[in-house]
């Protein structure tokens, strides 16, 4: 069983910057990827960023390219996906998700409202 708290977002201004954790419990050693969705209103579940535990660099979407980065603590099995030059349309509930050996399931963290706005 893996466990994903998440931790941070809120309120942030155009051009700002906010930064998002989202700490894993439980048998983490069966995560295969970790990353972030996130999902305006009256619109899909997106994907944000995300990394192998393995290895390899990480993945953006292009509209956060450039402005987020994804990183990851090993010791803590915490990931983190920082925001800067925020803009409007980065409005939505981020959602932490893991991969898991053997499975096409994802887990997923409970959301995190950012609201982008002046």
């Known amino acids: 069983q893996v466990q994903l708290v998440e931790s941070g977002g809120g309120l942030g201004q155009p051009g700002g910057s906010l930064r998002l954790s989202c700490a894993a419990s439980g048998h983490t050693g069966i995560i295969t990827v970790m990353g972030w969705f996130r999902q305006a209103p009256g619109k899909e579940r997106d994907f944000v960023a995300s990394f192998r535990r393995s290895g390899g660099g990480p993945n953006y979407a292009d509209s956060v390219q450039g402005r987020f980065t994804i990183s990851r603590d090993r010791a803590r099995d915490t990931v983190y996906l920082q925001m800067n030059n925020l803009k409007s349309e980065d409005t939505a509930v981020y959602y932490c998700?893991?991969?898991?050996?053997?499975?096409?399931?994802?887990?997923w963290g409970q959301g995190s409202q950012v609201t982008v706005s002046s």
């Open positions: 998700y893991a991969g898991i050996r053997g499975s096409d399931a994802r887990l």
